[in-house]
């Protein structure tokens, strides 16, 4: 390296994404000596010298309860006016709600029982703000009848994700047809629904038409002549069964197909959708989300959909459609994108990969997360963003005025 402060990263091949990967938590700096004497339970010991190269380091940590920020000293940037922060841990997010209003915390996220109250209170508490986060549906490629490009289409197109944000969520999501979120570098304010849905709300009409061109060309005259479809999801979640019951509800008055709903424990999703990778008898129809690690668009495109992607596990591209041609065309667009020095034309590569994605309906995004929160009036210069996160530099601007 030239100097000492300077690191030098020399990678294995092009990739214009990894300045912005370096935002990562795998990337952030560790003390290497706390690591060597105590392994994977180095995090314990944080307040012993290895504690953050940022703003703030650890004084401490007690495991399960709470840890402990004072300002570091050796930070380059901008110093922190705080000269004490406090993130105590709750197992429950009502929990910290009631020590908000107890005056024990000062900021804290708000869940859907307590938003109509939470909206109510004074001098501007409440903010809602878009997080880098899609919660989405997908199908297997490999398993009818969604190897059909037109009966994945009906599915898309015979959702009201309005009535869903609305009715479901109530109105603490934003319904969405993008891959890419709404604040993220690369976001497509122009993108649509397959056949040029611009809307939301999906078009029951164009749905039905799809529907009966996809039966069609499989040689169905009726609907009991179709596999049976379950959709898997996450369970444990009140408000993701009513989604998941509105959804079935929606594809049975408009398809006039049923869809049997199959709520599974998380950690068991996560392994069966990694087993439906070129896999005919692997998972059919499921519902996970993705939420950003770094703020490039690759990381909500060719991560997901590239031959041999971990996420890939929905097969686009490695199939037997009659798209599978053009998906993997796709795959070089996006591969393509990832080692353009050109940002401007990178972006514009990622668009027209995600608008292809989206009339494939690689995934069907259903809304965009926000994030629900309060935070006392007397603290000041916190500015909330998509990442959830706040950038070590902003905390010199961060405040307690007196109250």
């Not at 380091?57 to 570091?72: A, C, D, L, R």
């Not at 922060?85 to 915390?105: C, I, R």
């Not at 519902?287 to 909500?300: G, I």
Request: glycine share 6%; aromatic share 12%; with cysteine.
């Amino acid at each position: 390296a030239p100097d000492p402060n300077t690191v030098m990263i020399i990678t294995n091949k092009k990739a214009s994404y990894f300045l912005d990967a370096l935002s990562y938590s795998c990337s952030y700096v560790v003390e290497k000596s706390l690591v060597d004497k105590y392994g994977a339970h180095f995090t314990d010991h944080l307040n012993e010298g290895g504690g953050g190269a940022g703003p703030f380091k650890v004084s401490e940590y007690t495991h399960g309860k709470q840890i402990v920020f004072v300002p570091n000293p050796n930070y380059y940037g901008p110093k922190p006016q705080l000269t004490k922060l406090v993130y105590p841990f709750y197992n429950k997010a009502d929990s910290m709600y009631a020590a908000y209003q107890a005056g024990q915390v000062d900021l804290t996220g708000i869940l859907s029982a307590n938003l109509a109250e939470a909206k109510k209170l004074p001098n501007n508490q409440y903010h809602q703000v878009p997080q880098l986060w899609i919660n989405y549906y997908t199908m297997n490629y490999l398993v009818k009848p969604f190897d059909n490009i037109k009966i994945r289409q009906a599915f898309e197109l015979a959702i009201d994700k309005d009535l869903i944000a609305h009715s479901v969520w109530k109105d603490i999501v934003i319904p969405t047809n993008h891959i890419v979120p709404q604040g993220m570098p690369g976001y497509n304010p122009n993108l649509t629904d397959p056949e040029g849905v611009a809307s939301t709300k999906g078009d029951p009409a164009k749905a039905k038409a799809l529907f009966q061109q996809g039966l069609q060309e499989e040689g169905w005259t009726s609907l009991a002549q179709i596999p049976t479809i379950k959709l898997t999801y996450p369970g444990g979640s009140q408000d993701q069964d009513n989604e998941v019951a509105a959804l079935t509800q929606m594809w049975q008055n408009t398809l006039g197909i049923s869809v049997k709903a199959n709520p599974e424990d998380f950690n068991k999703l996560l392994l069966d959708m990694a087993a439906a990778a070129n896999n005919p008898k692997g998972l059919q129809f499921w519902n996970t989300s993705w939420s950003a690690d770094y703020p490039d668009p690759q990381d909500w495109t060719t991560l997901q959909f590239d031959k041999g992607a971990p996420n890939n596990t929905m097969n686009y591209g490695q199939n037997s459609t009659t798209e599978a041609a053009q998906q993997q065309q796709v795959q070089q667009q996006l591969e393509a994108a990832d080692v353009n020095p050109d940002q401007y034309g990178r972006l514009r590569a990622y668009n027209q990969a995600e608008q292809l994605l989206v009339n494939d309906v690689a995934w069907l995004p259903v809304n965009q997360v926000t994030r629900s929160q309060v935070v006392k009036p007397y603290v000041k210069g916190l500015v909330f963003n998509s990442s959830g996160f706040t950038p070590p530099d902003d905390w010199g601007a961060i405040y307690i005025a007196a109250h």
